[in-house]
């Protein structure tokens, strides 16, 4: 196969009746970060016969590790793929051709040797953006170089021609001087995704490589009031904020996964899975969070709650839906959570052991009959040596709910799977690729984890890179070229 530039869009986990694909706003196609998107035509039959399609064309300069956003104007035939990469510009391209429409510089990136620690250089553009629908406005951040030294901005430009809107962007580091804790900016890194609910633009921090002093940090930023910013920080220092699907929601409330803390008798915000309110105050209730029994284990291990973003998932329960929280960690487990009471410290619905190593990156979630399949890069436990990198975890009803290892599945690397559906639940296919490993697109079938695509090896690829997928296409994007699929 030839490679071929292409750019990434994706849908959301809903069918349309619209010529057009739905626009992807968000991190994992929305903001329960489930990472399902309905492809009426992907059935298993033709996942097989996957090829890169030639016809799309597009050029982008550096390195991407955001995943990109697939945007369609109401009333306009025309649709735009939104690329943000680490030497801050900002792409829109034409989503049929790839040419670009317009591109906006954001400033000048960091360079890493004004940066305590990382291994991103230079830092520009990390965390995924979102777009508010509403305003039809792509908000994200940027660590930019200012006269005064490294800063993080957060920007709001307009979808139609990439104009920065009045009173943007807000720059965080200035925003929250004479706070305490402090926020010293070339201490913080911005990786997860962002959200928007409520009218506000919600940006998760962690550190690099636990660089001190940090304090895992979420701003809330007024989209018609941008100089009214918000807070939450965690009491004690750490807890970063800092898994690709950063901020979760269910449009109420905002959901968070905290890594370790550092010297703290008492929990104090970490290793956690933590609802936040909308004005960002912090819990003050056992319902409003969760932490293991051994939280001062994982925090002496380095063994993060916060490797993947907690997800949204609603299970069957009698007549009805019962709204649940599934969280992977660092130590290798499982923790399901009543989505209305998180527990507070041991309050788990179930804990089980998943893999023998960790997790990080990304899952997701999709229907497989009354069950609800949770797929994540890992070495499962009870799998063979031929069958690791990707685990299926089964959500089953019950009272309480119950836990098991469904399938697992080869992949050398380190990606986020996403699933696709015909029509949200017929032919499930897991796609996942072996960033740094084996460089390769890999296709399951859902149910079982049956292979069904084993691709040619890609190149420019990050660990932690996730697919996106429209009504024809998936595409995978990469340093200074972006791979489209059709089918």
């Not at 098991?404 to 690729?433: E, F, Y």
Request: charged content about 15%; proline content about 7%.
């Amino acid at each position: 196969m030839r490679i071929v530039p292409v750019l990434v869009a994706a849908v959301l986990m809903a069918v349309t009746c619209s010529t057009h694909a739905t626009p992807v706003l968000s991190y994992h196609g929305g903001p329960e970060r489930s990472g399902h998107f309905v492809v009426p035509n992907l059935t298993w039959d033709r996942a097989r016969s996957l090829h890169f399609d030639p016809a799309f064309h597009a050029e982008i300069s550096g390195q991407l590790y955001a995943q990109p956003l697939y945007w369609h104007e109401p009333g306009s035939e025309a649709a735009l793929l939104i690329a943000v990469t680490e030497n801050n510009i900002v792409y829109a391209l034409d989503a049929k051709t790839g040419k670009t429409v317009w591109s906006r510089s954001l400033g000048q990136p960091v360079a890493r040797a004004l940066l305590p620690c990382g291994d991103i250089a230079p830092l520009g553009v990390t965390g995924t953006p979102v777009i508010d629908a509403a305003s039809e406005t792509l908000f994200l951040d940027a660590a930019v170089t200012q006269s005064t030294g490294p800063d993080h901005l957060v920007f709001a430009l307009s979808l139609k021609d990439g104009s920065i809107l009045p009173g943007w962007p807000v720059a965080v580091g200035a925003a929250l001087a004479g706070q305490d804790p402090p926020f010293v900016p070339t201490g913080y890194n911005q990786r997860g995704a962002l959200a928007v609910a409520g009218g506000t633009v919600y940006v998760p921090f962690g550190s690099f490589f636990d660089c001190k002093p940090y304090h895992g940090t979420v701003i809330g930023i007024p989209i018609s009031d941008p100089h009214n910013m918000k807070r939450w920080v965690s009491r004690a220092m750490g807890g970063g904020v800092w898994a690709p699907g950063g901020i979760t929601s269910d449009g109420t409330s905002l959901f968070v996964a905290t890594g370790n803390t550092f010297d703290t008798a008492d929990w104090a915000d970490g290793e956690a899975v933590i609802r936040l309110p909308l004005d960002l105050q912090g819990p003050t209730e056992d319902v409003d969070y969760f932490t293991p029994e051994d939280w001062r284990d994982l925090d002496a291990e380095d063994s993060d709650l916060g490797g993947i973003a907690p997800v949204l998932i609603d299970l069957p329960d009698g007549d009805g839906q019962k709204p649940l929280v599934v969280a992977l960690g660092k130590d290798g487990k499982a923790y399901l959570l009543d989505r209305t009471n998180l527990g507070g410290i041991g309050g788990a619905l179930a804990v089980t052991k998943v893999s023998a190593h960790g997790v990080y990156a990304a899952a997701a979630a999709y229907p497989v009959g009354d069950s609800v399949y949770v797929v994540f890069p890992a070495a499962g436990t009870g799998c063979s040596d031929g069958q690791r990198g990707l685990a299926a975890l089964a959500v089953h009803p019950g009272s309480p709910p119950t836990l098991s290892t469904a399938w697992c599945a080869q992949v050398t690397g380190l990606g986020a799977p996403i699933v696709t559906t015909t029509d949200g639940k017929s032919n499930p296919i897991v796609w996942d690729v072996g960033a740094e490993g084996d460089n390769q697109l890999h296709a399951f079938k859902g149910d079982t984890g049956e292979v069904l695509f084993s691709g040619t090896g890609l190149a420019g690829l990050h660990r932690f890179v996730t697919m996106i997928a429209t009504k024809d296409h998936l595409y995978l994007g990469g340093d200074g070229k972006i791979y489209a699929f059709t089918f």
